[in-house]
């Protein structure tokens, strides 16, 4: 089973692009979506993070998401510890999900693969762009954030240009029919490559 990674910043517009290709019949799994469910639900995940956190962590059975936010935001090493619990569950889960598709090649979509070295697990690597106004715009509205908490969150993360190096297909998203025509044009290429 081919795997063709999907990534982008804060705003870029990877559940639009994500959306695109589950239109054309191509199975998305969503990382951080599996990473939250997980927190919920894998009994070994909740030992993991009690361990960690204490038992605040969890409020009747459920995450204490405002709980965890407090404890990782800003601290790196602790932002690193739920990483290390939550990042190979959902390898481990993606791996199970993987093989009980039956497409040519699924997507598997997360904010920061990249930076994790996740396109080592990758057959290709799509990278959704748009430009910096538009994501602005569109975290406005997603997020109700002001441009300065916006501006703080963006210049954690890679640059375009970086992430670049590593892609091998570029979606700019600003316009909608465009994306959607590059999406199409993509998937076009990804099923030529696996017949030959």
């Known amino acids: 089973?081919?795997?063709?990674?999907?990534?982008?910043?804060?705003g870029s517009g990877k559940t639009t692009v994500a959306g695109f290709f589950r239109e054309l019949g191509v199975p998305v799994y969503i990382a951080d979506e599996a990473g939250k469910r997980l927190m919920d639900t894998s009994a070994e995940?909740?030992?993991?993070?009690?361990?960690?956190?204490?038992k605040e962590a969890y409020s009747e059975g459920k995450l204490n998401r405002k709980y965890i936010a407090s404890k990782v935001f800003n601290k790196k090493e602790q932002l690193e510890n739920l990483n290390?619990?939550?990042?190979?569950?959902?390898?481990?889960?993606?791996?199970?999900?993987?093989?009980?598709?039956?497409?040519?090649?699924?997507?598997?979509?997360?904010?920061?693969?990249?930076?994790?070295?996740?396109?080592?697990?990758?057959?290709?690597?799509?990278?959704?762009?748009?430009?910096?106004?538009?994501?602005?715009?569109?975290?406005?509205?997603?997020?109700?954030s002001t441009v300065k908490e916006i501006e703080a969150r963006l210049k954690h993360q890679w640059s375009d240009e970086?992430?670049?190096?590593?892609?091998?297909?570029?979606?700019k998203n600003d316009d909608l029919s465009s994306t959607k025509e590059q999406v199409q044009n993509i998937h076009e290429f990804i099923l030529k490559a696996i017949k030959n």
Request: hydrophobic content about 40%; aromatic content about 8%.
């Open 45 to 54: 995940v909740k030992s993991q993070i009690i361990q960690v956190f204490g």
């Open 162 to 171: 970086k992430k670049r190096t590593l892609a091998d297909f570029e979606i």
């Open 1 to 10: 089973m081919k795997v063709a990674g999907l990534t982008g910043g804060m």
């Open 84 to 144: 290390k619990i939550v990042h190979p569950a959902v390898a481990r889960d993606f791996e199970e999900w993987k093989n009980a598709q039956t497409k040519a090649y699924v997507i598997y979509e997360a904010a920061i693969l990249l930076e994790t070295g996740g396109q080592s697990r990758c057959d290709w690597v799509i990278l959704v762009t748009a430009d910096r106004e538009n994501r602005i715009q569109r975290l406005q509205k997603r997020d109700q």
